[in-house]
């Protein structure tokens, strides 16, 4: 009779475990969306983006007028009282680049191109936070279902104890039966200490990830990928952001050779002052200046081979990426397909396996099998339905990872419901010089105010 009843307990006990226990409350794209929001590397390097593009209004205000004022107080005096004398005056001088030989020109628009690869690197950067969000969300998933299997599994072993127990009273098994039950619940203790832990430590790496702690998590299935292979490379060439800043420091490369170049070229510059003494007599000069280099040493012609070097280097770097992109895609999609066959394997596994499972426990309610064949069914279905959970989520990541190598891992491709960054209003406001007192620049005071606040 306990047989019977612990059989089915048993059988209870493993319907239940993948059965939904209660409604869920986060959902992947939740954590997604919170991810994107608490990450303090994203905001780390929106703030380098913004320093990027300053460097475009510095650049820009090298065409734009100079305006600088001097004053000066002199006092001299002498032995004779009446030759003590106090002399000031007041300067406003200004200057204006009229020709430099585009040397300015093509600064301005090499600080353009690298904003535009600072921008892709962002977007590299969203996409490594969003895939760590995906990955501490799935382990946590993993984790929790392991501990519940470990759990259910120790309450399914305390029941066979005291069976055993039973049976032993009434001469019906030995010492050694249950001997054999006690091993095998001190191990499955064991084995849930060690789920805890590591569960634990998956809520860790989530509370880093998203910023908040774990609660329910409800399940989360793969991203659909609708590309072949090499249609998934070809997008991967034209949109992964690693690829596009590349692409822009070669752009930037090519541009410093033309600024280097136009260094060998002369300068012209506008001039003007204007001076008031303390007679209020005042007096003003406008000029014109002009000059260039005749020798400075071979420096210059040096400058330019350096960065004709760094624009090859620039170039293979290119290449390398290309190359390393296309890679990571085959690589990601490997992996995807090694975990949907160990999924479709593992599920085949759970289904003999409890049909096994069913089998021996029926041949034990006729005699024909003992507790612990029961018991090792028990076990053998208990770790194939592990392997499949882990499958599950391996397969979950994957799908992620082959959106991550292909460039599409963003917030915006996957339709998060989260406010996006603008990269380009913060470079709108700057990208013209803006002074302190001018609307724009009080509107840069007010954002960089916010962010800092924030």
Request: charged letters at 20%.
């Amino acid at each position: 009779m306990r047989l019977t009843k612990f059989l089915t307990a048993t059988a209870v006990s493993l319907g239940v475990l993948l059965s939904s226990t209660a409604a869920q409350a986060v959902t992947l794209a939740d954590a997604l969306a919170q991810g994107y929001e608490n990450s303090d590397l994203l905001e780390q390097n929106r703030a380098l983006l913004r320093a990027a593009d300053e460097d475009v209004a510095q650049a820009v205000s090298s065409l734009l007028p100079v305006v600088t004022w001097a004053a000066n107080v002199q006092a001299s005096y002498s032995s004779d009282a009446f030759n003590d004398d106090v002399n000031g005056s007041i300067q406003v001088a200004g200057e204006l680049l009229l020709y430099d030989g585009g040397a300015s020109a093509f600064a301005i628009e090499a600080q353009k191109e690298l904003v535009l690869g600072t921008r892709a690197a962002l977007v590299d950067i969203e996409q490594q936070v969003l895939l760590r969000v995906v990955e501490a969300y799935m382990n946590v998933r993993r984790n929790s279902q392991f501990v519940q299997l470990r759990e259910s599994n120790v309450r399914l072993l305390i029941q066979e104890l005291r069976a055993a127990n039973d049976r032993f009273e009434v001469g019906e098994v030995t010492r050694t039966d249950v001997s054999l039950s006690e091993a095998r619940l001190a191990a499955a203790r064991s084995q849930l200490a060690a789920s805890q832990g590591e569960l634990a430590r998956a809520q860790a790496e989530y509370l880093a990830a998203v910023g908040v702690r774990a609660g329910s998590l409800q399940p989360a299935d793969p991203v659909g990928i609708s590309y072949s292979i090499p249609q998934a490379q070809s997008v991967a060439t034209r949109n992964h952001p690693s690829l596009t800043e590349a692409q822009h420091s070669v752009a930037t490369a090519e541009l410093n050779i033309l600024r280097a170049e136009a260094a060998l070229r002369p300068n012209v510059t506008l001039n003007g002052s204007l001076r008031v003494d303390q007679d209020f007599a005042d007096s003003g000069s406008v000029g014109i200046n002009a000059g260039g280099p005749i020798y400075q040493g071979g420096r210059l012609s040096s400058q330019i081979r350096q960065v004709m070097s760094r624009r090859d280097a620039a170039r293979y770097s290119l290449l390398l990426t290309s190359q390393q992109v296309e890679q990571n895609v085959s690589v990601a999609y490997s992996i995807l397909e090694v975990a949907r066959a160990s999924r479709a394997a593992f599920e085949q596994q759970v289904r003999a396996q409890t049909v096994a499972f069913r089998g021996v426990r029926e041949e034990a309610l006729l005699g024909a099998r003992t507790t612990l064949d029961v018991l090792n069914e028990e076990q053998e279905l208990l770790e194939a339905r592990t392997n499949l959970i882990s499958a599950q989520i391996d397969e979950t990541i994957a799908s992620y990872q082959v959106l991550s190598s292909i460039g599409l891992l963003t917030v915006q491709d996957l339709n998060l419901q989260v406010q996006v960054y603008d990269p380009s209003a913060y470079y709108n406001l700057v990208r013209d010089a803006p002074t302190v007192t001018s609307e724009q620049g009080q509107a840069l005071d007010r954002v960089l105010e916010a962010i800092g606040g924030n």
